[in-house]
T-cell receptor, first 114, second 111 residues
Framework: EAQVTQNPRYLITVTGKKLTVTCSQNMNHEYMSWYRQDPGLGLRQIYYSMNVEVTDKGDVPEGYKVSRKEKRNFPLILESPSPNQTSLYFC?????????????FGPGTRLTVT | GQNIDQPTEMTATEGAIVQINCTYQTSGFNGLFWYQQHAGEAPTFLSYNVLDGLEEKGRFSSFLSRSKGYSYLLLKELQMKDSASYLCAGGTTDSWGKFQFGAGTQVVVTP
């Protein structure tokens, strides 16, 4: 089944404790992206990747890191999480960034930082 | 950037029609997407417009006017399962790969 998977689905952690949220897609998509979703603000793009080893900042990259060493994986790293990073996170992928290529979203990761 | 705006909430009756408007400030416009998101779930793709005009897909249609920076999603013959948030989203040729989403329009379908 074609899909985007994320792990963990739920995470409660404490301020400053490094964490990684994994994202994997099995559709051989070139493009992958991370978003956070907060009430009233909608989806905001954190980082995106056009291809392996090519990443770039979205609108809200502060406090996050990403890497794209393989086409299928695009982990999101929070080196020192803070309470303002409490949010619902979505990973997405599409065949390509431009044109009519829809994004397929993972199920989401609900992160709480205390 | 796109600066995408859409209404916060709309309520309509089962069987009726609802139109969700979306406006954006174009800067290297690169097509407009509509996604549906049910509560607690991931967004799923509904439609894509890059040329002016209406695209029809069953009960859902999407319209685009590039000169006006305006789009709408039309939901016909509303069903209870259409209660969801509808997200307008756009990319830009200024930065391929960068996308912006509107805050979403919550559609509530009542019996």
């Amino acid at each position: 089944e074609a899909q985007v998977t994320q792990n963990p689905r739920y995470l409660i952690t404490v301020t400053g404790k490094k964490l990684t949220v994994t994202c994997s897609q099995n559709m051989n998509h070139e493009y992958m992206s991370w978003y956070r979703q907060d009430p009233g603000l909608g989806l905001r793009q954190i980082y995106y990747s056009m291809n392996v080893e090519v990443t770039d900042k979205g609108d809200v990259p502060e406090g996050y890191k990403v890497s794209r060493k393989e086409k299928r994986n695009f982990p999101l790293i929070l080196e020192s999480p803070s309470p303002n990073q409490t949010s619902l996170y979505f990973c997405a992928s599409s065949l390509w960034a431009g044109g009519p290529y829809e994004q397929y979203f993972g199920p989401g990761t609900r992160l709480t930082v205390t | 950037g796109q600066n995408i705006d859409q209404p916060t909430e709309m309520t309509a009756t089962e069987g009726a029609i609802v139109q969700i408007n979306c406006t954006y400030q174009t800067s290297g416009f690169n097509g407009l997407f509509w996604y549906q998101q049910h509560a607690g779930e991931a967004p799923t793709f509904l439609s894509y417009n890059v040329l002016d005009g209406l695209e029809e897909k069953g009960r859902f249609s999407s319209f685009l006017s590039r000169s006006k920076g305006y789009s709408y999603l039309l939901l016909k013959e509303l069903q209870m399962k259409d209660s969801a948030s509808y997200l307008c989203a756009g990319g830009t040729t200024d930065s391929w790969g960068k996308f912006q989403f509107g805050a979403g329009t919550q559609v509530v379908v009542t019996p």
